[in-house]
């Protein structure tokens, strides 16, 4: 079973930057999509932003213009550059994959806490 391991969270002023970090344990060419969902303290979870395989990318609205979806297949890792970071930012991150044979996993997340 793969493992999805997140880091790079922390404590960050507003207006400040972040890079998160999804360490795979398997080759991630195996994945349809991976990408990156926050749960704020008394909300749902939900989607920040999604790769695919072939590099297409989408964003939550909220995240558009100051969010960066990467990947490095050679590192079997994600990451979410996180630029101009706003309190409402302030969630724990997960990190997501889709396999081609339709499961999916989950890290154990990530906090991000922004200051104003």
């Known amino acids: 079973q793969v493992q999805l391991v997140e880091s790079g969270g922390g404590l960050v002023q507003a207006g400040g930057s972040l890079r998160l970090s999804c360490a795979a344990s398997?080759?991630?060419?195996?994945?349809?999509?991976m990408g990156w969902y926050r749960q704020a303290p008394g909300k749902q979870r939900e989607l920040v932003t999604a790769i695919t395989s072939g590099g297409s990318t989408n964003y939550a609205e909220s995240v558009k213009g100051r969010f960066t979806i990467s990947k490095s297949n050679i590192k079997n890792t994600v990451y979410l550059q996180m630029n101009s970071l706003q309190p409402d930012d302030t969630a724990v991150y997960y990190c997501?994959?889709?396999?081609?044979?339709?499961?999916?996993?989950w890290g154990q997340g990530t906090q991000v806490t922004v200051s104003t």
């Open positions: 398997k080759s991630i060419f195996s994945f349809r999509t």
């Open positions: 997501h994959s889709v396999f081609y044979s339709g499961d999916n996993a």
